[in-house]
């Protein structure tokens, strides 16, 4: 299995595919981007690591990642749907990162 390594405008694309009911505002989108590509970049040199790095959302200090009932959650789980999982390099949910299970 080959892991991938979406850019944003992937990212943002796999998030328009929701259904028009869904409502998510522009933090949710940024919060779970940001997470996704915390979570499954393969270094400084992937498009993950370079949309966690230009990223317009900031968590807090002892943010570790989405709230698990939250709308950003919900988007992280349609973004993990949407990725072929493969052994990337820097996916630590025991870090407390948001992990679906």
Do not use: K
């Not at 996704?36 to 317009?56: E, I």
């Amino acid at each position: 299995m080959t892991t991938q390594d979406p850019d944003r405008q992937t990212l943002t694309e796999w998030l328009g595919d929701l259904p028009a009911d869904f409502e998510a505002d522009e933090i949710d989108i940024e919060q779970a981007i940001y997470w996704f590509a915390s979570n499954w970049h393969g270094g400084q040199w992937s498009n993950l690591y370079s949309v966690l790095s230009t990223s317009q959302y900031h968590p807090g200090a002892t943010e570790r990642g989405c709230d698990p009932d939250g709308t950003a959650a919900d988007l992280y789980r349609e973004l993990e749907a949407n990725m072929e999982h493969g052994s990337a390099n820097d996916h630590h949910p025991e870090d407390g990162g948001y992990s679906i299970a």
